[in-house]
């Protein structure tokens, strides 16, 4: 099993650009999470996703979308790339909503100049 | 409203002593508990979770924590540190029956050295 697949590793985008990060799990998980990291802040809650075609918003899901399709894929979108959205993201899928421990694909690292 | 706090920045441990590192946690009802340690350029891995039962839970690479109900807490623990063990680490907490909103804490960079 490859797990968790996120691409790009890494990426630059322009101030208004737009851009899909790639999620794919191989472990047959319903749900499905995307995260970003900030320095000392923990880990935020973008959106996640209990299933194919069912999604919802997490704690800071302004300037982001989600689609879920397929119970492998999980991409999300940013439209109108700002300064702020520079982060380091992370999606991770789990086999239970509440008890399952999660696991992380290894991060994509996005700078919007 | 849950939340998590990690109330070190940074600990400092000499290799072959014991190591703690420190979280509290707050939630209105009865809470699952999670520890993932992040090594450089990685994503997070799970080391272990308390959902219910024996208040001492064991996990990867010989960390255990334990869950303090009336103090709200659950520090990580290890006997003897390795250099090995320096990385990032975050405790996290669901409330029971809350939904799916895995809250995390700030982090703790453990360092220990030779």
């Known amino acids: 099993n490859a797990g968790v697949t996120q691409t790009p590793k890494f990426r630059i985008l322009k101030i208004g650009q737009s851009m899909t990060l790639q999620c794919t799990q191989d472990m047959n998980h319903n749900y499905m999470y995307w995260y970003r990291q900030d320095p000392g802040m923990g880990l935020k809650l973008i959106y996640y996703s209990v299933g194919a075609g069912i999604t919802d918003k997490g704690e800071v899901p302004n300037g982001y979308n989600v689609s879920r399709s397929t119970t492998e894929d999980f991409p999300l979108r940013l439209e109108l790339a700002a300064p702020s959205q520079t982060s380091v993201y992370f999606c991770?899928?789990?086999?239970?909503?509440?008890?399952?421990?999660?696991?992380f694909g290894s991060g994509t690292q996005l700078s919007v100049l | 409203a849950q939340s998590v706090a990690q109330p070190e920045d940074q600990v400092n441990v000499a290799e072959g002593n014991p190591l703690t590192v420190k979280c509290t946690y707050s939630v209105s009802g009865n809470p699952y508990l999670f520890w993932y340690v992040q090594y450089p350029n990685r994503g997070l891995q799970f080391l272990l979770k308390?959902?219910?039962?024996?208040?001492l839970v064991k996990g990867s690479y010989g960390f255990e924590a334990e869950f303090n109900k009336s103090q709200t807490s659950f520090h990580l623990k290890k006997p003897s540190a390795l250099v090995s063990d320096s990385a990032l680490y975050f405790c996290?907490?669901?409330?029971?029956?809350?939904?799916?909103?895995?809250?995390f804490g700030g982090g703790t960079r453990l360092m220990v050295k030779p």
């Open positions: 308390y959902i219910t039962g024996d208040n």
């Open positions: 996290a907490v669901r409330e029971y029956n809350a939904g799916n909103m895995l809250t």
């Open positions: 991770a899928s789990s086999y239970s909503g509440d008890r399952g421990e999660l696991f």
